[in-house]
């Protein structure tokens, strides 16, 4: 099984819909982030999370929020979805004990019509 | 802040010549440096990294970087490319093992046969 998960990999969603992509992780890291990726631009950063009780805004969060449900767990939501947010989201993890490169998930590829 | 400068867009060789991707950053201080490879519908993958010590670091897939801290510069090379190599290549800058990288905005890799 993948060390990180993301569901799901794929949604098509309509202009102002609320949706939400979950990201989980089996690999005992604390640290956890949201990247979105577009073509031409590389990923940036929209939030991240040091632990459960710890959330951090990254270069481009509005339009976005987070939740750290569990350490194993950190889900981003659109609250009112908007076409320039198509892109494809990566969830990554990190943990602070060892060498501190990120580890991440497949993608979740989302578009807003 | 720091920041990282990926000046290929893309770049074509031919299957069994020799590779070289440049990354040039931007910090004060000695950055932990990385190097992803994202394959086609892929999440990014961990191709190497460098910390401290010795400034040419071996990777996986026979890959190899090296750290030039006259010129800012973690370059990534390879011997020989195989058309599997193909892909998208992101360098990555961290301040400390504490803190969250900034990504490249890659470089796509096409090989002829």
């Given amino acids: 099984d993948a060390d990180v998960t993301q569901t799901p ?5 309509k202009t102002g819909k609320r949706i939400m992509l979950e ?5 005992g890291h604390d640290r956890m982030y949201w990247y979105r990726q577009d073509p031409g631009l590389g990923l940036r950063l929209i939030y991240y999370s040091f632990d459960v009780k710890d959330i951090n805004k990254g270069e481009i969060s509005d339009g976005y929020s987070v939740s750290r449900q569990a350490q194993a767990k950190f889900s981003l939501s659109l609250e009112s ?20 490169e990120q ?11 | ?4 400068t990926q000046p290929d867009i893309h770049i074509t060789v031919s ?21 992803y490879v994202q394959s086609p519908g892929q999440g990014l993958q961990l191709l190497l990294k460098y910390f401290s010590g010795d400034t040419l670091v071996q990777g996986i897939k026979g890959f190899e970087a090296e750290f030039k801290r006259s010129q800012s510069s973690f370059n990534l090379r390879k011997p020989s490319v195989h058309w599997s190599d193909a892909a998208e290549y992101f360098c990555a800058v961290g301040v400390n093992r504490d803190d969250k990288i900034i990504f490249g905005k890659g470089t796509r890799l096409h090989i002829l046969p």
């Fill in chain 2, 1 to 4: 802040a720091q920041s990282v």
């Fill in chain 1, 81 to 100: 979805a908007i076409p320039n947010q198509t892109a494809l989201y990566f969830c990554a993890t990190s943990d602070t004990r060892t060498s501190g």
């Fill in chain 2, 15 to 35: 299957e069994g010549a020799s590779l070289e991707l440049r990354c040039n950053y931007s910090y004060g201080a000695t950055p932990y440096l990385f190097w």
């Fill in chain 1, 9 to 13: 990999r794929n949604r098509i969603t």
């Fill in chain 1, 23 to 27: 990201c989980s992780q089996t690999k």
């Fill in chain 1, 103 to 113: 580890y991440f998930g497949p993608g979740t590829r989302l578009t807003v019509t």
